[in-house]
């Protein structure tokens, strides 16, 4: 297996960590814009090669990795929910890390879309507040989310204890920290 992608990708921190918990030999290839343009439709990373097969997207991924290992990738409505809710909240706070990138760091959409991540984090310290200490796919998400606002200081998650709490408990996971993306 050959997962493609950068260190400091929320998401392919999260594949990475399943191929690892998982148990799977695999090589990481640092792929960076450029190469993800030439080499995935979808212009962007993760992206896995597995024999014949090529996944394109993170949760595809997940999906692949989890079923090759016997296991589903969501128990529930429940888990796959917060799971989705947490995509929502990184996707929007990644497309507004890199419009401000580019230089457009204000307009009604960003507005709306800072707006979206406010609201987001509301309602994952929400879930957070009822987090068992289980390691689903879920809480592994959001995890990563939180050490990625945290690592490209984009979000001041401090006022949440609940996702304080739940970040601080992540850093103790071998797999988690394993995965903690260089400083430079």
Known sequence: MQLHGSYTS???????????QEGFDF?????????????????????????DLFLTDSTA???HIRQKAGKPLFQDAAQCNRYCMVN??????????????????DSPYIQRQKARVDSGFEALAAFAADW?????????????????VNFRKRYDISGYDSLVALLAAADDLPFFTETTPPES
């Open 88 to 105: 929502t909240v990184m996707d929007t706070g990644v497309n507004i890390f890199l419009l401000e990138r580019d230089g457009i760091t």
């Open 27 to 51: 090589e990481f290839v640092a792929t960076d814009f450029t190469q993800s343009n030439q080499q995935s439709p979808t212009r962007r990373v993760p992206f896995l090669h597995d024999g």
């Open 61 to 63: 991924i997940l999906f």
């Open 132 to 148: 068992d200490g289980s390691w689903d796919d879920s809480w592994i998400r959001m995890a990563c989310l939180l050490a990625w």
């Open 10 to 20: 929320p998401y392919v921190r999260h594949c990475r960590m399943a191929l690892s």
